[in-house]
Structures are given as C-alpha cells and as structure tokens.
C-alpha cells in the first residue's frame, strides 16, 4: 500500500477534461514537501510531467497541469487524447520515512 | 542531449549478489544528485537510493538498506548500484535516474531505459 493514495484507474472521451488525485498526509504533502507527477507508457520509462507541484518541463503540452492544496495534489488533463492512455504517477518526499515516495500510479483510459 | 544508459541486470539465485551501472553522457553529470528507481512486474515505481554528486552523501530506502550501496565515479560519468542477499522481492526493472532539487525533495527529471533483474532459483 503506498504512501500516496491515487485512484487506480479514471477515463474520459477525447476532448474531456479528467483529473487525478493524489493523497498524502502531514509528513509529505502536507509537510509542504513538492508533488510531481511522471507519465509512464507500459514497457517504457516514466517521463516527468509536472514538477515542483505546477511547473511543466520544456516541451511538455500545456493541457497537463498540477496542483496542490494541503495535504493532496491533483492532475489534471485538458482535450483528453487517444495518446494521453498510460500509466500516471504522483511523487514526494516523506519527512518521517526521510524517504522519497510514489503513489500507486493510475491508469488512464480514453474512450 | 542528457542519456542514461542502465546496464548490468540478469537472472540471479537468491542470495547472491549483482552490480547495477548506468553510463550517463550529454550533461555535467559531477553536478546533478543521481538515483536508483525500480518497479516490479506489474507494480508501481519504489525509489531505491541516491548519491549526492559529490558522491560523500547516500541514502537508500529501508526495503534495500544494508544490503544495497550506491556509488558514483564522476571521472567516467558512471553510477552504480551493488546489490548484495538479493530477494525474489528484488525482482523488477532499475532506472537509473538524474534527480534535481535537494537531497530531501527531489524529482526526477531524465531516466535510463532500464535494467531487468530477476532473482530465482
């Protein structure tokens, strides 16, 4: 069971928008420790998405776009694209653990 | 352009021993932290350990601690990962890692393609 809590899977028609959650608690999120956020096509490497909570790297669409607010963060995903399928993951550090921490991942699907 | 090239993985018996490299190129690898992550079959991503880049700060996930050392050697641009009494919880593809921020809040910002270790009889 991870640290961070995301739903294992959400879905959405292309053009929608869908959202991620990503759930933590006082020693992580909450602990004003970043959230970022990886997209991870099965059989090859994850690549980072959003960094330090809202920042998108070079290259990187502007339909993606995160957040945080307390102890949870989320991501969200405008004009929802056959090539958005994979798997979404969120990612911090833990003060208590002193380690850093994924959440479970989720797995996007487009209709 | 920034390339980690993950190397060194295999089948190997319980309780035996592996070495993990990862050829980094393209960046000034002495001044970036670098990392291990892994992911099991059909699992999520576990972060595993990271050296700081000048090599003297290390720390690793309680899963692999005492049993598993990182190390780097900035004049050939190469970070490894010594695994020692592996388990068939091992088991999984390593990536290796280039990390930004501090060395208590980090992200991952390019990874290697990956290496598969198996740990079976």
């Known amino acids: 069971q991870s640290v961070l809590t995301q739903p294992p899977s959400v879905s959405g028609a292309p053009g929608q928008r869908v959202t991620i959650s990503c759930t933590g608690s006082r020693s992580n999120i909450g602990a004003d420790c970043d959230v970022h956020w990886y997209r991870q096509v099965p059989g090859t490497a994850p690549k980072l998405l959003i960094y330090r909570n809202n920042n998108r790297p070079s290259g990187v669409s502007d339909r993606f776009a995160g957040s945080k607010s307390g102890t949870s963060a989320s991501l969200a995903i405008t004009g929802l694209q056959a090539e958005d399928e994979a798997d979404y993951y969120c990612q911090s550090y833990d003060r208590s653990l002193s380690a850093s921490i994924f959440g479970g991942g989720t797995k996007l699907t487009v209709l | 352009q920034v390339q980690l090239v993950d190397s060194g993985g295999g089948v190997v018996q319980p309780g035996r021993s592996l070495r993990l490299s990862c050829a980094a190129s393209?960046?000034?690898?002495?001044?970036?932290?670098m990392h291990w992550v892994r992911q099991a079959p059909g699992k999520g991503l576990e972060w595993v350990a990271i050296?700081?880049?000048?090599?003297?700060?290390?720390d690793y996930a309680d899963s692999v601690k005492g049993r598993f050392t990182i190390s780097r050697d900035n004049s050939k641009n190469t970070v490894y990962l010594q695994m020692h009494s592996l388990r068939a919880e091992d088991t999984g593809v390593y990536y290796c890692v280039r990390g930004l921020g501090s060395y208590d809040d980090f992200w991952f910002d390019h990874w290697g393609q990956g290496t598969l270790v198996t740990v079976s009889s």
């Open positions: 393209g960046f000034g690898f002495s001044s970036y932290g």
């Open positions: 050296v700081w880049y000048g090599g003297s700060y290390k």
